[in-house]
């Protein structure tokens, strides 16, 4: 690639993955609307690596991202992306062959070990005796963001790109090969690419630049922390999560906290939790755990964005020149977050495709809008 200059519409794990990874390539410069990066869905998520979430091709993508967590590229960060945690999905009896089918799809992925009930009970104790069969993946991550988009910060910077923070996109206008970017306050940026990386606000930003929305729906999913009972060790405790998408609990900076997996639809904003889902959060822990919440420590929300068919669009867009598309990361743009940058650079730099176990036109944002990408 010869080094064209490259806007990246959003500061969340999605445009500062690409970008720390294009940076090296072309003149780079990430602009993000608020005054720090991560604020939205990026720094509010349960921050798990783990295979139970999405399908096969979210599987596989979580796979192709794991070498990067483990061993993060030289230079990127002096703390470790994440710490080793058990994923425990378990059920009731009348869940067992839910848990078998999961078990089947995810033996590819990951070393499990199937438990009956005094195994589950084993790894973790806080289940109530319903909870009789389990599968374990002792190999999983708990990601850490903050060191994940700091690194991508660094990297970013070191390879001479720019991140402007308080920049919000209000305007995009196209004249001859070039995108300009215009912010609520006049300032501009002119650049022949744009890459479209503004999570929730994806489609809203494509409108901006006239080019045909993806669907994207935003879906709020609540967290809620809380004490855990005394005399628990909450070192060893896996995130423990129902074989539907009922409830996650995991160990959080001394207490526990929990999701019922909720997806209210969302416009893009600042999610806020709502009340009804905060106390289905303690609801649902109560009626699977034996822990009671007596009082809730923190609670917030964040919007998982999905396309139509839950898998993520990355790529050009067709009605376009030069108009990016990475959006529709859903629950799992974290653990997805390298293999996702590594296949939009292959894309922008004309490069061979970088993913031999998920079919391109799976992820084309062409598959929305008619034609592919
Ligand atoms: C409760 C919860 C739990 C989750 N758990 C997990 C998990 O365990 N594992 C996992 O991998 N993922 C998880 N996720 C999903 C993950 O957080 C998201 O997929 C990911 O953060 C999406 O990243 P993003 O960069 O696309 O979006 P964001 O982080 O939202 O970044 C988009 C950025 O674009 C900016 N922007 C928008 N419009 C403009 C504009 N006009 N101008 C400039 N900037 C703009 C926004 O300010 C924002 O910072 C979870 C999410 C939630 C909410």
Redesign the pocket.
């Known amino acids: 690639m010869t080094g064209p200059d490259i806007l990246v ?9 690409a970008a720390s990874a294009l940076a090296s390539r072309a003149r780079v410069i990430v ?4 005054e720090q ?14 295979y139970a ?1 999405g399908d096969r091709l979210v599987r596989a993508l ?1 796979l192709a991202s794991r070498p990067f967590f483990d061993d993060p590229p030289a230079g990127f960060t002096d703390t470790p992306l994440g710490q080793r945690m058990p994923v425990l999905v378990h059920g009731r009896e009348d869940e067992r062959a839910a848990l078998d089918e999961l078990e089947a799809e995810l033996n590819a992925f990951a070393t499990l070990e199937r438990l009956d009930s005094a195994g589950v009970r084993d790894l973790c104790p806080l289940l109530r005796e319903d909870a009789v069969h389990g599968i374990a993946d002792r190999d999983s991550i708990r ?1 850490d ?1 903050h060191a994940l988009l700091q690194g991508h910060v660094r990297q970013l910077k070191r390879s001479g790109g720019r991140l402007v923070t308080g ?4 305007e995009i206008i196209r004249s001859g090969r070039e995108w300009t970017v215009a ?1 609520e306050q006049g300032e501009r940026f002119t650049a022949s690419i744009i890459v479209n ?6 489609d ?2 494509a409108a ?1 630049a006239g080019v045909a929305p993806l669907g994207l729906e935003p879906k ?4 809620i922390t809380f004490d855990a009972p005394a005399g628990i060790a909450l070192d060893g405790l896996p ?1 423990a999560k129902t074989v539907g998408d009922e409830l996650y609990f995991a160990p959080e900076s001394g207490r526990l906290f929990a ?1 019922p997996m909720d997806e209210g639809p969302s416009e ?1 904003c600042d ?1 806020q939790p709502d009340e009804y889902d905060v106390a289905l959060a303690a609801h649902r822990m109560e009626e699977r755990t034996t822990v009671r919440v007596e009082r809730i420590h923190s609670r ?6 999905f396309t139509p068919d839950r898998h993520p669009a990355v790529g050009f867009a067709s009605d376009a020149e030069g108009f990016f598309w ?12 390298p293999a996702m940058a590594k296949i939009a650079v292959s894309l922008i730099a004309g490069e061979p495709w970088p993913s031999p176990e998920v079919e391109p036109a799976a992820l084309s944002p062409g598959r929305f809008v008619g034609g592919a990408a």
Do not use: D, K, N, Y
Request: proline letters at 3%.
């Open positions: 519409i959003g500061g969340g794990i999605a445009g500062l993955s602009l993000e609307a608020e990066i991560g604020f939205h869905s990026s720094g509010r998520s349960a921050t798990m690596l783990h979430l979580t990601l963001p920049f919000r996109v209000a912010s990386a503004a999570g929730s606000w994806a809203v930003v901006m709020r999913r609540t967290i995130f999701s893009p999610a917030w929300a964040g919007l998982r964005t990475l959006a529709g990361q859903g629950g799992f743009g974290l653990q997805t977050s």
